[in-house]
């Protein structure tokens, strides 16, 4: 449907993927190592990717990121991921260019995930939150690993806000509904006395409906997944 195309293109993460540069010899690996890893990202809703090096002097909104790397002659990959605005360094690490090209871009693009939405969670966590776009609320709720604590307390309605909230701006958005019957499982496991049969059928509406907006989401399939394992159904998490 057009308006779930519209509700996933609205996301604001831009991730600029610079071509790598590299030691002589090794160019094109480090072109193609860039654009690979740049394709693999793309497939997260949650980003717009482009492998386009940064213009000089453009502006930058508040939420764009720049990943950079570089290919040495001994095999050497060094990846260093930066905010475009301020210029500070959010996360770098060294790997060694393996005999499968894809298990290398595999690795860097799970590794950087975690420091850069907690990134860009710190600064959503600045701005009004009646502001926010559903997927800025959504992402707000996303639980990052290492990097969350636990509940405050026992689930209330107000657990479900930022969810509820997405959802009444834009009732197709679809990692919201994914997310948020992720968080219903969530509690329902951890918290007895909220797993009942109206809120086992409401987390399963929810996961449905996800995937009827968007069954080939990326986001929109690990939520999905997390919410069955959380129920126990390893069957429809796999």
Do not use: C
Not at 19 to 38: H, K, Q, V, Y
Not at 85 to 93: K, M, P, S
Not at 127 to 141: A, D, H
Not at 142 to 161: I, Q
Request: net charge negative.
């Amino acid at each position: 449907p057009q308006v779930v195309r519209r509700a996933l293109a609205e996301n604001g993460i831009t991730l600029l993927v610079e071509p790598f540069t590299a030691t002589a010899g090794n160019e094109a690996g480090a072109r193609a190592l860039s654009d690979d890893l740049a394709g693999r990202i793309s497939g997260f809703s949650l980003y717009k990717v482009t492998s386009a090096p940064a213009t000089p002097g453009g502006k930058a909104d508040g939420l764009t990121y720049v990943l950079k790397g570089r290919l040495d002659a001994d095999g050497k990959v060094s990846v260093q991921l930066v905010d475009a605005v301020g210029g500070a360094h959010l996360w770098a690490q060294t790997y060694r260019w393996p005999a499968e090209a894809s298990d290398l871009v595999t690795v860097i693009a799970s590794e950087l995930q975690s420091p850069l939405l907690v990134a860009v969670k710190d600064r959503l966590k600045q701005r009004p939150i009646l502001t926010l776009r559903p997927w800025e609320l959504n992402l707000l709720v996303t639980w990052v690993p290492g990097a969350e604590g636990a509940p405050p307390g026992p689930p209330s309605e107000n657990s479900f806000w930022l969810q509820k909230r997405a959802l009444d701006i834009d009732p197709a958005y679809a990692p919201a509904h994914a997310t948020f019957a992720e968080m219903l499982a969530y509690h329902a496991q951890f918290d007895p006395p909220s797993d009942t049969t109206a809120a086992q059928k409401r987390a399963r509406d929810h996961a449905d409906r996800a995937l009827q907006l968007a069954p080939y989401d990326a986001e929109v399939l690990y939520h999905v997944a997390t919410y069955y394992r959380f129920t126990g159904d390893r069957d429809k998490a796999a």
